[in-house]
């Protein structure tokens, strides 16, 4: 909406995928892309300035404007996710969980009016219940609740609702790699994927790399976060891109990632072929991924220390072609993660805690 009607500036207030005490606050500039780096740091300073009693000049009363409800917003978003999708839904059961947030009562009439026999879980937020066991953190519901309905497939949002995650008829999970390598081959097969591309960050699963080598798609990998994504999708015209964790990007029809889109062209998938959901989702394997927190290290050495480089050098040889490591600084703690994947799970346990103690070793 504050691309469509050329508003300077769009808000959300949201806890995200988080609980309720960790709401915050979401802009989005004009056209509806989320700000830049250096844009949000300034926000903040002068957020922090103005907390701390510095003064601020700033318009008050009158000078700040006018609130006006625009009640048909949400109409008019149903809408254009309505005439975005390549075909209807009916004939499929669908279980949507709406994480009590923001998609409560947006996505439940968009699958409706698309033909689908909607059941709705976690679609009564209070303000409070945000997340609150419910939504793509936790599956277990959707879970359980796709299986009592004898549901075609599930659909979990966060409480943002631009994460979509997925179960199929038997509850088993279907995660945002899964759904990238469904919606590659579907954009594909309608000639609208630019250069025959996905861009995923450093963290996709290896299996979803190697599903793409040969179904002869080309992976652009990038760093973690969904803007990076994006900031790559834009530089180079690629049409579609996302995150394991369920942040899906179809630059055609959203700007950022839609868990809403993304559940429809998903579900949009299953009624044009045919197939369940489980079928589609198995043209690729998942590798199993071992991921270690390594806390209380210094986390500012992983690229410069040699001990480290020997030991991810060993590791990566262990595995060979079949698996990967990856050891990442975290973005916002004093720790650093470990990420195996391997052919084998005890293998990947294994040489993951191997690599955990090293960067102990090395860096504690």
Known sequence: LTGALGADLG??????????????????????????????????RCYEQHRTGAPWDRPTGAGVGRV??????????????????????????????????????????AFARAGAEVVTIGA?????????????????????????????????????????????????????DQILAVLSLALRERGALPADTVVTTVMSNLGFKLAMEREGLSLVQTAVGDRYVLEEMKRHG??????????????????????TLTGLLLAARVAETGQRLAELAAVMQRLPQVLINVPDVDKSRVATSAELAAAV????????????????????????????EAADADQARAVAGRLADSVKSALG
């Open 238 to 259: 690629y049409g579609l891109g996302g995150e394991q964790s369920g942040h899906v990007i179809v630059l055609d029809h959203a700007t950022t990632g839609d868990g």
């Open 11 to 44: 808000v959300m207030l949201s806890a995200s995928h988080n609980p309720m005490p960790d709401n915050g606050v979401k802009f989005f500039a004009r056209g509806g892309h989320k700000l830049p780096d250096d844009l949000e740091d300034r926000i903040e």
């Open 68 to 109: 006006r409800d625009y009640a048909e917003g949400s109409d008019r978003y149903v809408d254009h996710l309505i005439e975005v999708l390549p075909n209807r839904l009916d004939g499929l059961k669908i279980v949507l969980d709406e994480a009590n947030g923001a998609a409560s009562l947006v996505s439940p009439a």
């Open 124 to 176: 009564d937020p209070d303000g409070l219940n945000i997340n609150d066991g419910c939504g793509s953190t936790h599956l277990d519901a959707l879970r359980a609740a796709v299986v009592e309905h004898h549901a075609d497939l599930g659909i979990a949002h966060d409480g943002d609702a631009d994460r979509c995650l997925a179960v199929d008829h038997t509850g088993a999970e279907v995660d945002g």
């Open 313 to 340: 050098s060993d590791a990566e040889h262990v595995l060979g072609s079949t698996g990967r490591v990856l050891l990442r600084p975290s973005g916002t703690e004093p720790l650093v993660r470990v990420m195996v």
